[in-house]
């Protein structure tokens, strides 16, 4: 390539031309759309839990190591390659590729993204529209009286139902589509300049509900007091994992959203405040948890029914339980809708750009085609309880197929690819940096330290050592 035009992608940061592509308006919109995607159920649901199962505060610094010397690094990547290439993932990557003068095959990459976020979708809307089934039973006072078995059989009632779980994902899925629908400006952002000022003002009027409980100190120590005792090799595996999810890493996500980002912002910098905020909101959510759990002397490493069956417990008990329980599912909901929105959007841009489809026939095709996947989650509650998929349920099957497989190797081989398919003068200029200082951290990190995590991870999952 020549330095002309390295000169001129030192300019634009990118080397397509933004024409015709939808833009964020702005650094603090790409901001709040990409904390949207990474804060989510993972943050709230599923990061509260796993650090109750894995004992507390030590988990929670492997936890934040995790976030520092993988996470950011490779956030920074997908944003990076998704405004050089300005296109879809797999278009992206196909053009840094093209630049690079490597094999167009590495677009591959991209298209397993997309794929990841597709599949991704389809069962997190499913329990996406569990927190919107509890919402309406919090305010309407459903939780008073409740005991550990009766708020298990809640529970259980609503997963041996279908109907109503199909009812709940379908409105989920109407939802983000209605919105995705509308563009980025007009759909994604309108959306998000509203849903995630609510979510952090709930979150803060939880936090301080939870410390009036009279046991905030309890939760304070037993999310940030270490006893490396109660960690394992395997809790050490489970925090790179959720390093992985809770920024919406190699899901096709981040890069989609980046190849709207305009020219010019800094990647470094918005990375960090991204992830910074995604990790203080999981850290908060633990805050607004756990002291109501402890208040009602309950266990904190109850699992993934912490906030479906134990949290319902709590707020039956306290006082003005069903308005704190209702604001905490309608947060929980909001985190889940703006992670949907950006889980649609990899597929739709792909659909758009490989196929030259328009934006709402784009949105119709996807959106049937994962609203008929999202079924197998569904029924895999109820009735093909007994259907399985590696061995698990077809639910837990296609978390294991993301989570566990699809994100490592994409991951893997997304580093792989910034790393040593990209040069280095073109991932500084594409970062916005030059190539001393700060760029030599970022640049060993991704060379070195995030494949071999990576790989370490991958072989863990397959159950290799
Ligand atoms: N980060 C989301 C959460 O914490 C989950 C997630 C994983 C996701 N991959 C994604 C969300 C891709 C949006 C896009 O809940």
Redesign the pocket.
């Known amino acids: 390539m020549s330095q002309e035009s390295i000169a001129a992608g030192a300019i634009a940061g990118s080397i397509r031309s933004e024409a015709g592509r939808g833009q964020w308006s702005s650094r603090w919109v790409f901001f709040l759309a990409a904390t949207g995607?990474?804060?989510?159920?993972?943050?709230i649901?599923?990061f509260p839990y796993i650090t109750g199962q894995n004992g507390g505060g030590a988990f929670v610094l492997v936890y934040l190591a995790c976030i520092l010397a993988i996470g950011i690094p490779l956030l920074m990547a997908e944003v990076m390659i998704g405004r050089r290439g300005r296109a879809n993932p797999e278009g992206a990557i196909a053009a840094v590729a093209r630049e690079a003068g490597a094999s167009r095959h590495w677009r591959r990459i991209g298209s397993l993204a997309v794929l990841?976020?597709f599949l991704?979708l389809s069962y997190?809307a499913v329990i996406a529209g569990w927190t919107v089934a509890y919402t309406p039973a919090a305010l309407s006072g459903s939780f008073v009286g409740l005991n550990a078995e009766s708020s298990g059989a809640l529970f259980n009632t609503l997963l041996a139902d279908p109907w109503r779980l199909t009812a709940y994902g379908s409105f989920v899925l109407l939802l983000t589509l209605g919105i995705v629908a509308f563009g980025v400006r007009d759909g994604l952002e309108r959306s998000l300049r509203f849903m995630m000022p609510g979510l952090f003002l709930i979150l803060l009027v939880l936090v301080g509900y939870a410390a009036t409980t009279g046991h905030f100190m309890q939760a304070v120590e037993f999310l940030f007091a270490p006893d490396f005792s109660k960690l394992t090799g395997k809790g050490v595996l489970i925090a790179l994992g959720h390093a992985?999810?809770?920024?919406?890493?190699?899901?096709?996500?981040?890069m989609a959203y980046g190849s709207y980002l305009p020219a010019g912002t800094s990647i470094v910098r918005t990375s960090l405040m991204v992830a910074a905020t995604?990790t203080t909101v999981a850290l908060l959510a633990g805050l607004a948890i756990f002291p109501l759990v402890f208040a009602n002397g309950m266990e904190p490493g109850s699992g993934p029914g912490l906030v479906f069956v134990t949290l319902p417990i709590a707020f039956g008990q306290m006082p003005l339980g069903a308005l704190f329980g209702g604001l905490f599912f309608v947060m929980l909901a909001l985190?889940?809708l703006t992670?949907?929105i950006?889980?649609s959007e990899p597929t739709i841009a792909w659909l758009g750009e490989r196929f030259g489809m328009g934006r709402v026939k784009a949105v119709l095709l996807s959106g049937a085609a994962v609203w008929l996947l999202s079924l197998g989650s569904v029924l895999s509650f109820n009735h093909w309880s007994e259907v399985t998929l590696f061995g698990k349920t077809f639910f837990d099957g296609l978390d294991f197929l993301t989570s566990n497989l699809m994100?490592p190797l994409g991951g893997l081989f997304t580093v792989l690819f910034t790393g040593w398919v990209m040069k280095r003068a073109i991932a500084a200029q594409a970062l916005g940096l030059d190539q001393s200082g700060a760029f030599g951290l970022w640049w060993l990190a991704i060379r070195w330290i995030t494949p071999l995590a990576i790989a370490l991870m991958f072989l863990h999952s397959l159950g290799l050592f």
């Open positions: 995607s990474a804060v989510g159920l993972g943050n649901w599923k990841t976020g991704v997190y992985f999810f809770t920024l919406s890493l190699a899901s096709g996500a981040m995604d985190a889940a992670s949907t950006s889980l994100m």
